[in-house]
């Protein structure tokens, strides 16, 4: 008999919008939300509409930009929003967090050249993530100079435009094939969700139940992990 899950309607989920990121994260969080009653086709639909929704579930989607995530959240135009930790350290928002949902799981690290010297100068530092690189060395009294950069970040050493990069390590490919080795990780990265403070109180029936159902939905895939060989592979070359 197929297995019956409550669906977010029964559990009270109604008219609550989700920010959510529409880049890597969007299929392992439809596969994490259809353990909550949530239509995997409302979040994946193959179109380009911004605004989706699960009438059934009681919840609308917005399909954003990961960095934008936080900010439709901290104003009140999302109720929920679902952003990696990475996002939240790089620059601060005024939000409550109280899942943590255990996908898009990497780690911001530093990396470079293998055998190269220190230079003779300031430590060059490219990244899309310049907050957290220079709290980072900050705290380890490490004078830097921070250049920042959107993406294709592994090329900053090749070229010569940085000595080092700070940036998300997940299985290591990216390094391994632009012949770039990690020298240490800052912090471990997950997605998680983040809630609109007034919302949490003026909708508190509504979001509460959502909050309680993606707990349970959340160990489950952190089990599925662990238990998967694949999964552990990954991790070790990532180091
Ligand atoms: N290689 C990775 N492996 C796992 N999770 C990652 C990886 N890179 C990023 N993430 C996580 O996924 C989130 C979204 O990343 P994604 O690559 O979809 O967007 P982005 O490249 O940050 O933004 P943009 O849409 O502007 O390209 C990041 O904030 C981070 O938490
Ligand atoms: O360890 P890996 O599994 O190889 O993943 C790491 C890569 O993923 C991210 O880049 P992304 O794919 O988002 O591209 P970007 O250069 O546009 O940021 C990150 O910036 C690394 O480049």
Do not use: W
């Amino acid at each position: 008999m197929p297995e019956k899950r409550p669906t977010l309607r029964a559990l009270g989920g109604r008219g609550v919008t989700i920010a959510v990121p529409k880049g890597r994260i969007l299929k392992p969080l439809a596969d994490l939300l259809e353990k909550v009653g949530v239509r995997r086709e409302a979040l994946l639909a193959d179109d380009r509409t911004l605004m989706r929704e699960d009438r059934e579930a009681g919840v609308s989607f917005l399909l954003l930009k990961p960095d934008d995530v936080p900010t439709y959240v901290e104003y009140g135009a999302a109720d929920l929003g679902v952003v990696g930790r990475d996002v939240l350290l790089e620059r601060e928002y005024d939000l409550y967090a109280p899942v943590d949902l255990g996908i898009g799981r990497c780690r911001m690290m530093v990396a470079g050249l293998p055998d190269r010297p220190a230079p003779p100068r300031t430590l060059r530092v490219a990244t899309k993530f310049p907050n957290i690189a220079a709290a980072h060395y900050a705290r380890r009294g490490i004078p830097v100079e921070i250049i920042f950069v959107q993406g294709s970040v592994e090329l900053a050493p090749i070229t010569g435009l940085a000595d080092v990069i700070v940036d998300l390590v997940e299985s290591g490919e990216t390094l391994r094939q632009n012949g770039l080795v990690t020298f240490e990780t800052i912090c471990d990265v997950s997605s998680v969700v983040v809630a609109n403070r007034a919302a949490l109180k003026l909708k508190r029936d509504a979001i509460a139940p959502i909050l309680a159902a993606l707990e349970p939905a959340r160990a489950a895939t952190t089990d599925a992990r662990t238990a998967s060989p694949g999964t552990r592979r990954a991790s070790r070359s990532a180091g």
